[in-house]
């Protein structure tokens, strides 16, 4: 019944851009969802992109993508994006959105993926010339 879904993948060259979507159903994310960013490219370890707050007031991002990316969200729609910019080869990976309850604290966030309870299928990102 819950499920995160993501759009917006595809491949792009570098120094191309992209944003990714992840739409919520079965839960409301302002009743009490940090949200995050992960991403794992074959025969690499999954690791986190960015993270959201349920307020938006906190972010927080991988050294290597910021300045690059920008994460946001939009309550009313249940929705999470995710901004790409200035895209390189090393980004190519697949990217999941996943859904961390923080209950009533509004502006915090992690990026440790064993702590978040929902997560979505995945959307492949490929950066190539």
């Known amino acids: 019944q819950v499920q995160l879904v993501e759009s917006g993948g595809g491949s792009v060259q570098p120094g191309g851009s992209l944003r990714l979507a992840c739409t919520a159903s079965g839960i409301s994310l302002d009743s009490y969802y940090a949200m995050a960013w992960f991403r794992q490219a074959p025969g690499k370890e999954r690791e986190g992109v960015s993270c959201i707050s349920v307020n938006g007031a906190t972010t927080k991002y991988e050294y290597s993508v910021r300045g690059r990316f920008t994460i946001s969200r939009d309550n009313a729609k249940n929705t999470v994006y995710l901004e790409m910019d200035r895209l390189n080869p090393d980004d190519t990976a697949v990217y999941s959105c996943?859904?961390?309850?923080?209950?009533?604290?509004?502006?915090?966030?992690?990026?440790?993926?064993?702590?978040?309870?929902?997560w979505g299928q995945g959307i492949q990102v490929t950066v190539s010339s």
């Open positions: 996943a859904a961390d309850n923080w209950g009533p604290v509004q502006d915090m966030c992690e990026m440790r993926w064993e702590v978040y309870d929902y």
